[in-house]
């Protein structure tokens, strides 16, 4: 199975900063990566696809890098509606891998 | 708007089976891939595996002595089963929508719709 890991695990921070999550797979995934947002009690939101794609009607303060096999989220000025657990999925091969996920909280 | 609403007991005995269903609200179930995933208390989510509108599964090779996916599209809905549960199985269980995409010559898979999932407890 590809392991993918992700860092931080949880992080504080304030409205308006720039945030950055990673995950890094244990091979190389292409761009079959996927994130999403989580918040307590609601359905998972599909946030970026193919490592770099912004999903429908997600804000453009949202972003996706990859370098190899090390991928990015980044939240460019955090916004109050983003405080939630972020996690990243590769879709190169089953079974589909998560990274453990990244708690944003003030 | 496509909705998915994951139905089925909260408790199960340790040894029976577990039977979820997603119903499929919003959009034809004769697209995509429908998947079911799980997350134990504390712990990351896990893939359990898809099924397509045809009939054909990919399941976890760590659950498929144990697992099923099926799917009825009269009824607009799929379904798990897992069978010996134990405690470990106890989990949140989430369906979701499977879209395969076209992008810069590649075909990425990603889960564009999830319920909001339901807790399903292993216990005497």
């Known amino acids: 199975d590809i392991q993918m890991t992700q860092s931080p695990s949880s992080l504080s921070a304030s409205v308006g900063d720039r945030v950055t999550i990673t995950c890094r797979a244990s091979q190389s995934i292409s761009p079959y990566l996927n994130w999403y947002q989580h918040k307590p009690g609601q359905a998972p939101k599909l946030l970026i696809y193919?490592?770099?794609s912004l999903h429908r009607d997600v804000p453009s303060r949202f972003s996706g890098g990859r370098s190899g096999t090390d991928f990015t989220l980044t939240i460019s000025s955090l916004q109050p509606d983003d405080f939630a657990t972020y996690f990243c999925?590769?879709?190169?091969?089953?079974?589909?891998?998560f990274g453990q996920g990244t708690r944003v909280d003030i | 708007q496509v909705q998915l609403q994951e139905s089925g007991p909260g408790l199960v005995k340790p040894s029976e089976t577990l039977s979820l269903t997603c119903s499929v609200s919003g959009d034809s179930i004769t697209n995509d891939h429908w998947s079911w995933l799980r997350q134990p208390p504390g712990k990351g989510l896990e893939w359990i595996g898809y099924?397509?509108?045809?009939?054909?599964?990919n399941y976890n090779p760590s659950l498929r002595s144990r697992v099923s996916i099926s799917i009825d599209t009269s009824k607009k809905h799929f379904s798990l089963t897992l069978t010996s549960v134990i405690a470990a199985d106890s989990a949140v269980y989430y369906c979701?929508?499977?879209?395969?995409?076209?992008?810069?010559?590649?075909?990425?898979?990603?889960?564009?719709?999830w319920g909001k999932g339901t807790t399903v407890i292993v216990s005497s």
């Open positions: 979701a929508r499977v879209t395969v995409d076209f992008w810069n010559g590649y075909y990425p898979y990603y889960m564009d719709v």
């Open positions: 193919a490592a770099s």
């Open positions: 999925q590769q879709t190169s091969s089953t079974p589909y891998t």
């Open positions: 099924i397509h509108y045809t009939g054909s599964t």
